[in-house]
């Protein structure tokens, strides 16, 4: 797996961390773990195969929707972050 530059750097887990091994968790059906690990990992990946469909399917609110799965990915991120920065 690929180390985090900015963990290296500053010793603080950046807003993608555990990305990685969140989603190998994912494909090997550890779901609870997934989640634990990252909570956006699933939403993130909600907004790519959502895009994809909706460039092919062209959806009525496609782009409404896809502002709305990305703005929850961004939320979770964030408040992933700021636990980490707390409570670890």
Do not use: D
């Given at each position: 797996?690929?180390?985090?530059?900015?963990k290296s750097?500053?010793?603080?887990?950046?807003?993608?961390?555990g990305?990685?091994?969140?989603?190998?968790?994912?494909?090997?059906?550890?779901?609870w773990?997934?989640?634990?690990?990252?909570?956006?990992?699933?939403?993130?990946?909600?907004?790519?195969i959502?895009?994809?469909?909706h460039?092919i399917?062209?959806y009525?609110?496609?782009?409404?929707?896809i502002?709305?799965?990305?703005?929850t990915?961004?939320?979770?991120?964030?408040?992933?972050?700021?636990?980490?920065?707390i409570?670890?």
């Amino acid at each position: 797996m690929v180390e985090c530059s900015w963990k290296s750097q500053f010793g603080v887990e950046c807003f993608g961390c555990g990305l990685q091994r969140s989603f190998l968790l994912l494909m090997e059906g550890n779901i609870w773990e997934s989640i634990k690990l990252f909570p956006a990992s699933i939403p993130i990946i909600l907004v790519f195969i959502y895009t994809g469909a909706h460039l092919i399917f062209k959806y009525k609110n496609g782009a409404r929707n896809i502002v709305i799965l990305f703005s929850t990915s961004v939320a979770l991120m964030l408040g992933n972050f700021i636990w980490k920065l707390i409570f670890l």
